[in-house]
């Protein structure tokens, strides 16, 4: 059988029971780093006196997908307990466990994917931003044209948008933002449930100082809000009184703006002219 389990994505203490019963029967683990799992493993280990020590492990990350599949056999998944864990939160999100889960589906092998800690939706919660629908983005490319235009898809999407991004790039895409967008509200969480979890929530324009400011050291989940909630400055009478246009044109504006009549007001604003 092939479970996919989540792991905490900061905070030891989020792996559920069922996860770590699982985990004390397992046969074989797969995962992204074999260093960063038995890091965990010898944590739980010590921290829930359990004895988890699978007599095997397979790495299965970006880079070697191809390898993987060529040289793994299905039939270890129907004959042993075989766990897949991401190096943090939920399995098959924005990591490879996404292509264990379509080789399990052609194989016609049971699996099973637990419930768990997982940092875009803490994100979304924590953001007072999402109300319901989101976009869910993932890492954006890099660097270059791609990225750019990963940004401005992100600005143009109908829903808040939620971005994973390291502290390498953080500031960057931030900066990004605020050069399009100054005024686009943006909410940042950086090292989620951990000992130095930081929440910030600003305007692009804002978030950039503030940010300059700040240890950037951890994962960073960037919630960016739809274009509908970009704070607009109010128009006032002042403003169209300075405008150089006719005044037929001036009395339809200030018209809109006061409920008041078009006649009237142009009638008054002629008059003013006339002194």
Request: aromatic letters at 8%; hydrophobic letters at 40%.
């Amino acid at each position: 059988m092939l479970y996919f389990l989540p792991t905490p994505i900061g905070n030891l203490d989020d792996i559920s029971k069922r996860c770590l019963d699982i985990l004390n029967l397992c046969d074989i683990i797969i995962c992204e780093d074999s260093r960063v799992t038995k890091s965990l493993i010898n944590l739980l280990n010590t921290k829930y006196n359990l004895n988890i020590n699978p007599s095997e492990f397979y790495s299965l990350h970006t880079h070697n997908e191809n390898e993987f599949f060529a040289k793994f056999e299905a039939r270890k998944l129907v004959e042993n307990i075989v766990v897949y864990v991401s190096d943090a939160g939920m399995p098959c999100i924005s990591d490879p466990g996404v292509s264990l889960v379509e080789f399990a589906q052609q194989n016609g092998i049971n699996y099973e994917v637990l419930s768990g800690a997982n940092a875009a939706l803490l994100a979304v919660a924590a953001s007072g931003i999402v109300q319901k629908e989101f976009t869910f983005l993932g890492f954006l490319p890099n660097t270059g044209r791609d990225r750019e235009l990963a940004v401005q898809n992100a600005l143009n999407s109908a829903y808040p948008v939620v971005i994973y991004e390291s502290p390498k790039r953080v500031l960057q895409l931030v900066e990004a933002i605020a050069k399009l967008e100054p005024k686009r509200e943006i909410f940042a969480i950086k090292e989620a449930t951990k000992k130095f979890e930081a929440k910030f929530k600003d305007n692009a324009k804002n978030l950039v100082n503030i940010l300059k400011n700040v240890n950037l050291k951890g994962e960073w989940c960037i919630v960016i809000a739809d274009s509908s909630v970009v704070a607009h400055e109010s128009i006032t009478i002042s403003d169209i009184d300075e405008l150089n246009i006719p005044p037929k044109q001036k009395a339809k504006l200030l018209s809109k703006l006061t409920g008041k009549s078009v006649k009237d007001i142009y009638a008054q604003l002629t008059s003013k002219d006339s002194i």
